[in-house]
Nanobody, 122 residues
Framework: QVQLVESGGGLVQAGDSLRLSCVVS??????VGWFRQAPGKEREFVSS????????DSADAVKGRFTISRDKASNTAFLQMNNLKPEDTAVYYC?????????????????WGQGTRVTVAS
């Protein structure tokens, strides 16, 4: 069983930065991801990282602004979010998957955190 605990959300102004953290405990998992869900919208893929080798994938909407990373020693994943926009407002979920493929699909991620809210004011 895998447990995920996110932190770092909050209310910021457009152009500001935030860093989300996700402590991952338990086994097994191969990849960690971030998804988000805005009010009235479907959950969408943000970014993922293959834990062992650090291979990264990110959605076009966040490329160049958001960076996923992980610290193996502390079993923590991060999502550094720069130049935030009002359209980034959402609940952000940390996820873990036992597989390393098709990570843009929410169904591939067996484990989900409780979510952390990010609100970007214009």
């Amino acid at each position: 069983q895998v447990q995920l605990v996110e932190s770092g959300g909050g209310l910021v102004q457009a152009g500001d930065s935030l860093r989300l953290s996700c402590v991952v405990s338990g086994r097994p998992f191969s990849s960690v991801g971030w998804f988000r869900q805005a009010p009235g919208k479907e959950r969408e893929f943000v970014s993922s990282i293959i834990w062992s080798v650090g291979i990264i994938d990110s959605a076009d909407a966040v490329k160049g602004r958001f960076t996923i990373s992980r610290d193996k020693a502390s079993n923590t994943a991060f999502l550094q979010m720069n130049n935030l926009k009002p359209e980034d407002t959402a609940v952000y979920y940390c996820t873990a998957a036992r597989r390393n493929w098709d990570l843009r699909s929410p169904s591939q991620h067996e484990y989900w955190g409780q979510g952390t809210r990010v609100t970007v004011a214009s």
